[in-house]
């Protein structure tokens, strides 16, 4: 099978990533998306981890402040309104429904898990249920890909053009 476009994870990506989650980065298998300074952002993660558990979450938000920018969103309620705005738009529910799809393509490009078949992230395709694993899929994917991940990214306050890292040795 082939591999979405992601960079492969370097030693030094994976020591990155471990220090921003705080603990040992498993199963990463590419940077989807990275900050201005070049650290990881988004890691792509395997979707079955080495002890054969099923892991549907292919695109996984790893950079502090782009997690807390997603953590506030939530925390002030912002799901209810993109939840609110999916059900009353047509284009945006159509779009997300192409997201979902995309997320599908994607995983199943790096293996095909029986387990997770039809299952991608964030709550797709029918609900708004995490922001952090929605605005992961923008920046993996692209502006215009998830339609409610660009929003939570333009609300969030955070944007990977303005470097918000701690000093991990890259600048």
């Not at 994870?9 to 989807?32: F, H, K, N």
């Not at 709550?123 to 995490?130: A, D, F, N």
Request: proline share 8%.
């Amino acid at each position: 099978m082939t591999t979405p476009p992601f960079d492969a994870a370097t030693p030094r990506d994976i020591e990155i990533v471990s220090a921003q989650l705080g603990r040992p980065a498993r199963a990463v298998i590419g940077i989807a998306a990275r900050c201005a300074c070049g650290a990881p952002t988004v890691v792509a993660t395997a979707p079955r981890l080495a002890d054969g558990t099923p892991f549907p979450t292919l695109y996984y938000l790893s950079h502090p402040a782009a997690t807390a920018a997603m953590s506030r969103l939530e925390a002030a309620g912002v799901m209810t309104e993109f939840n609110e705005l999916l059900a009353a738009d047509d284009e945006v529910r159509a779009a997300y429904e192409g997201a979902h799809r995309a997320y599908l393509a994607d995983r199943d490009r790096v293996e095909q898990v029986d387990e997770i078949a039809g299952f991608s992230a964030g709550g797709m395709p029918t609900r708004v249920k995490c922001l952090h694993a929605l605005a992961a899929h923008a920046l993996a994917a692209g502006e215009g890909v998830n339609p409610i991940g660009d929003l939570a990214l333009a609300r969030g306050g955070w944007s990977p053009d303005a470097c918000e890292c701690p000093d991990y040795g890259l600048r």
